[in-house]
């Protein structure tokens, strides 16, 4: 199994993007969950959203609003769209597929917003 994730970029506050993390070898649906985590400069990874299978999302108050998981089944990936960016949404944001068994990384993209 591997998680590709990609669609990082330079953008100014208050722009858009859409990240996307392709799961290969295993379908996504075979997970309990698909996250997003991103780590800022000098902090700590943290968790800016997921999806499960029984269908429901959760986001972290920063970006509760302004970010939206979603799984594109034809294409087995879970996607992040970021509307709305902010200066502190700058980071690397990965991507991760729980399942029973281990917890499977992406090699995160780097996301850097400007003013």
């Known amino acids: 199994v591997q998680l590709q994730a990609s669609g990082g970029g330079l953008v100014q506050a208050g722009g858009s993007l859409k990240l996307s993390c392709l799961v290969l070898?295993?379908?996504?649906?075979?997970?309990?969950?698909l996250s997003w985590y991103r780590q800022a400069p000098g902090k700590q990874r943290e968790l800016v959203g997921a999806?499960?299978?029984?269908?429901?999302?959760n986001y972290v108050d920063s970006v509760k609003g302004r970010f939206t998981i979603s799984r594109d089944n034809g294409m087995n990936t879970a996607d992040l769209q970021m509307n709305n960016l902010k200066l502190e949404d700058t980071g690397v944001y990965y991507c991760s597929a729980k399942s029973s068994q281990r917890d499977y990384w992406g090699q995160g993209t780097q996301v850097t917003v400007s003013s």
């Open positions: 070898g295993r379908n996504i649906w075979s997970f309990s969950a």
């Open positions: 999806w499960s299978t029984d269908g429901s999302t």
